[in-house]
């Protein structure tokens, strides 16, 4: 028997490759090297690797613009539009975070590479799963992106809630790959490929006469992804998690983890069981509508700022499926706008609230930030713009990206669900004004200033910035979304 | 130059202003004399624009200065400006009132953020009467609640973070309503046309084609996030704690302002675009705001703070703004009109009054009060024009507008009026109970020594009590801007309700 070897389109890979090499460089530096490898050169390495995967992701937009979306190693890699965008969100999240995470490393004193090693490893998982075009590389990306993910999250040692998050998300993660993996497997016994493409041509052109096994697959496949995002009913980890990681790493998880899953998950609801769109549509529309309202109730309660923050992502997570449910070019264009928008909020969010944990990073109940913009008037009005961009106000690019994924849903007679998505952004508000009131409020205790390193400084700049002027001219982002995603979907 | 540019200069001078006041952190004082100027050059703007309207404009609906682009085509973004008979003195009112609100109630304590606030709130609230455009419309709407928020939390009274979140939930909740009905108007719209752009052009979306039961649905979307902003009984809750809570210049823009862009929006896109709804949702609309008129009476008789006081007395009115916008009859929703401009001015005087007195005295409890007409009497005669102008007093323009609707909504839906007649006879009783205790018998203690009205307080209530009294002695160059473009309103929406 021969082996064929597939052949290999290497432009559509090098992110990828990028991203991993650059890990594995950074090891063979820390086992090669006399003494330790110096920070900063660690986090160069980091940055250089995410700013050549975005030159990288430039010149894979000019390929597909020339010669359309393409696929590669049999069928199982796909370079589109859509992964362009995607990719270079992933890489700007990483460069974001390694800022964050280099001045959160002096500030802890943590030597070494590891934690550039294993964000590094991981995103490459991120970025594997928004190139996907088969169930099985999905899966080889979530656990990619998942294994450097349990590491990261217990990388504090001092803390035992680092290890005991890391452990929930362990446990809990490899139930979910375990649960998707057998989804897989039930699609492939319904179809007879693991092949997205390959799926949505079978589907197209056969009935099923017995449905069940693809509809159990596709069950359970939605409950791996389910998992990832972090939706109701399937959230229980996340508020430990993110509560316990160290806050750098819960900026990454809440940022790249988000945009690979919803990647994958459009690839496979929208190019893979497109045409089962009304079986999953009702049970999308309840995980939705749990999802929304859950997140942003569960919200209010909490006085742990890091909490807080996981519960308002499980409520993003919910508006982010709004734009999957409408199962058309608007919707899936809107999740993209969505995720484009809200991954640089949440890392510049987590960014000031790495800052003001302060050493050790433990200090996150919601009475360290009484006052603060009275104190720190820049800081508190980037965290106040920050907030208020989560909370979706206009002039700020939350506004747009909720607009854009109600539109989708309004557009496909989703009137309901969109009354419903949008109390629960009224509930949301709740909580987001009661930290903005916190931040302006004027008996605050004396505390001491918080200290802000430059390079988090540019981060956090950077997402203001980026959310106010697009909230402004929100006009480039939403072309470069919906012309990712035209070619996409079939 | 474009005629449009007098609409955009009338949002970018605030704008540019808040962000000048806002740097001026270091010089005391500079960033009010900003403040100040911008304002003024803001009322003289508008008056400008007031005089220069024209409701002739070929192919514009009685609108004038429009203007049009697209800002974001797969959002159908557009800023879209225009005023027209409707929108015209809102724009006077908006220009107006920043500038008394800064006048006569200065907040010094971090004067720089709060005049940026409040000149900020002072643009997008003109952005709103301004868009002709659904989604900038909303927009502006959502705005407006970022500006007033951080005056109430940040300078309001003891309960300022109760009252500034409840203030926030409230009309963020009903503007979901209005966010989703407007969505789905905008898709049905272009869902007639296969292939055509989604657009939010208030023009374009009011020929939509659409089902009886469609309409009706849309309409109490609509209606909901409107009465919230009113405050229309029973939405009206968040009204009182935060009139009372607000600084008096946030009051100032809230009570005299901000709701009414609960009643223009009830007019010109509730009613304006769902004419068959009408028909059915007329008769529960008056019947709200009758309720509406009598609640706020009852209640303003037995509040114990002149704020709620005032809060109360603006929720009866706000029923008789209803009424007219409600009533179909042209008569009446010209007085309706008239009457969001009658009572804002009235609200400036109110708040500005109690906000002198509340500085004098450090209270505003009724019950502490007594006899202050006596070391007060010129605080207590303006206060009597202003109250006077409230109660209806022919000869002030309270009357002339008060008067349109209650005629020109007896000829549509009489039985509504006749209850509605209570309302301005309980306005008397309590307004003329108030003025009793807090004004009349013997002063003594704190009371006795209270200092008048100073020169400066006095000339900021000039331009009330000139504009009560000019409107309503001589109200016609007013009603003859407002009245073409009612008519057309109502010409529009008149097929299926009553033509009066």
Redo the contacts between chains.
């Keep these: 028997m021969k082996l064929v070897v597939p052949s290999i389109h290497y432009l559509t890979i090098l992110p990828v490759l990028i991203f991993f090499g650059a890990a594995l460089a950074l090891v063979l530096a820390s086992a090669l090297a006399r003494g330790k490898v110096p920070l900063v050169v660690a986090t160069s390495t980091v940055i250089a690797a995410a700013t050549a995967s975005l030159v990288v992701n430039y010149f894979q937009w000019r390929c597909v613009a020339r010669a359309g979306a393409s696929v590669t190693i049999a069928h199982a890699i796909v370079l589109d539009d859509f992964s362009v965008v995607a990719s270079g969100v992933i890489a700007l999240s990483v460069i974001m975070t390694a800022l964050v995470a280099h001045d959160w490393a002096i500030r802890e004193r943590i030597s070494g590479v590891e934690f550039h090693i294993l964000a590094l490893a991981s995103s490459s998982g991120a970025l594997l799963m928004t190139q996907a075009n088969d169930l099985i590389v999905i899966f080889l990306g979530l656990e990619i992106l998942s294994i450097g993910l349990y590491v990261l999250a217990a990388f504090d040692r001092h803390r035992p809630t680092s290890s005991e998050a890391a452990l929930k998300y362990f446990l809990l993660g490899g139930f979910a790959s375990a649960i998707f993996i057998y989804g897989a497997a039930l699609v492939y016994g319904a179809t007879g490929s693991t092949n997205l493409s390959t799926i949505s041509y079978f589907l197209g052109s056969n009935v099923l006469l017995h449905p069940g096994l693809l509809y159990a697959g596709g069950a359970l496949l939605l409950v791996g992804f389910a998992f990832e995002i972090a939706a109701v009913p399937f959230h229980l980890w996340s508020p430990d998690v993110y509560e316990g990681s160290p806050t750098p790493v819960t900026g990454l998880m809440a940022s790249i983890v988000k945009v690979g899953a919803f990647a994958a998950l459009l690839r496979v609801l929208i190019s893979a069981l497109g045409t089962q769109l009304d079986t999953w549509r009702p049970i999308l529309w309840i995980l939705i509508v749990l999802t929304t309202l859950v997140g942003a109730s569960l919200a209010v309660v909490q006085r742990n700022v890091k909490r807080m923050l996981a519960y308002s992502s499980i409520n993003h997570a919910g508006f982010i499926l709004l734009g999957v449910w409408a199962g058309t070019i608007r919707g899936s264009?809107a999740t993209l706008f969505y995720v484009i928008t809200y991954a640089p909020v949440v890392v510049a969010s987590f960014a000031i609230v790495t800052l003001v944990g302060g050493v050790g990073d433990e200090h996150h109940s919601i009475e360290r930030y009484q006052g603060l913009a009275r104190r720190q008037p820049w800081l508190g009005a980037a965290f106040a713009v920050l907030l208020?961009s989560q909370l979706g106000?206009?002039?700020t690019t939350g506004?747009?990206a909720k607009?854009?994924v109600?539109?989708a849903v309004?557009?496909t007679g989703g009137?309901a669900l969109?009354?419903i998505a949008?109390?629960s952004?009224?509930i949301a508000?709740?909580f987001y004004?009661?930290w903005v009131?916190a931040l302006?409020?004027d008996d605050a205790p004396e505390a001491a200033r918080v200290a802000v390193p430059r390079s988090t400084a540019a981060v956090i700049a950077f997402g203001v910035l980026g959310t106010l002027v697009f909230g402004v001219?929100?006009?480039p982002l939403?072309?470069l979304a919906?012309h990712a995603t035209v070619l996409f979907t079939p | 130059m474009h005629a449009s540019l007098w609409l955009t200069l009338l949002l970018v001078i605030p704008l540019a202003a808040a962000i000048g006041a806002a740097s001026t952190r270091k010089v005391e004082g500079r960033a009010y004399v900003v403040a100040i100027g911008a304002s003024v050059l803001e009322l003289v703007l508008s008056l400008v624009v007031a005089c220069l309207y024209n409701d002739h404009v070929v192919g514009a609906q009685t609108f004038d200065f429009a203007t049009r682009h697209v800002l974001a085509a797969p959002f159908g973004l557009a800023y879209d400006v225009g005023v027209d008979g409707i929108s015209l003195l809102m724009v006077v009112l908006t220009a107006l009132t920043v500038l008394l609100a800064l006048l006569g109630a200065r907040v010094r304590r971090q004067e720089p953020a709060f005049v940026a606030w409040m000149l900020l709130l002072s643009c997008f609230t003109m952005g709103s009467f301004l868009s002709r455009d659904l989604l900038e419309f909303f927009i502006f709407f959502e705005l407006t609640l970022i500006p007033s928020y951080f005056i109430i939390a940040q300078w309001g009274g003891k309960e300022r973070s109760k009252a500034a979140l409840k203030f926030f939930i409230y009309t963020f909740t009903g503007s979901a309503f209005l966010f989703v009905g407007t969505l789905y108007l905008a898709f049905m719209h272009q869902h007639e046309v296969p292939g055509s752009a989604l657009t939010f052009a208030f023009g374009a979306l009011s020929t939509t084609a659409m089902s009886h039961g469609t309409a009706v649905w849309l309409f109490i979307a609509f209606a909901i996030a409107f009465a919230v902003k009113s405050p229309i009984w029973p939405f009206h809750t968040w009204s009182p704690i935060t009139y009372a809570e607000a600084p008096t210049a946030g009051s100032i823009e809230i009570a005299a302002l901000l709701a009414k862009l609960g009643t223009y929006g009830m007019l010109r896109f509730a009613v304006g675009l769902f004419p068959l709804a009408l028909v059915g949702m007329r008769p529960v609309i008056l019947t709200l705001a009758v309720i509406g008129i009598i609640y706020g009476s009852m209640l303003a008789c037995t509040t114990p703070d002149l704020k709620r006081f005032v809060a109360y007395s603006s929720i009866a009115q706000m029923g008789f703004i209803t009424l007219g916008v409600m009533s179909g009859s042209t008569i009446a929703t010209v007085g309706a009109v008239l009457l969001m401009f009658n009572h804002g001015v009235i609200t400036i005087g109110f708040f500005l009054i109690i906000g002198f007195i509340e500085k004098r005295r450090g209270s505003i409890l009724i019950k502490d009060f007594k006899g202050l007409q006596g070391p007060a009497p010129i605080m207590a005669a303006l206060f009597t024009v202003v109250m006077l102008a409230s109660i209806g007093l022919p000869g002030l323009s309270g009357f002339v507008s008060e008067y349109l609707i209650l005629i020109g909504t007896f000829a549509t839906h009489s039985w509504w009026v006749v209850v509605a007649t209570f309302g301005v006879v309980a306005a008397a009783l309590y307004l003329l109970w108030a003025y009793q205790r807090v004004f009349h018998g013997k002063a003594e203690g704190a009371n006795a020594e209270i200092a008048d009205a100073t020169p400066h307080e006095q000339w900021v209530l000039v331009p009330v009590v000139v504009l009560i009294v000019v409107l309503g002695v001589f109200p016609k160059p007013v009603l003859d801007r407002i009245t073409p473009s009612v008519q057309q309103l109502i010409h529009h929406v008149a097929p299926s309700g009553v033509i009066k």
Excluded: E, H, K, M
């Design positions: 264009a208020l106000v206009p002039l506004f747009y607009f854009a109600l539109a309004v557009d009137g969109a009354l949008l109390i952004a009224a508000a709740f004004l009661r009131t302006y409020s001219w929100p006009g939403v072309t919906q």
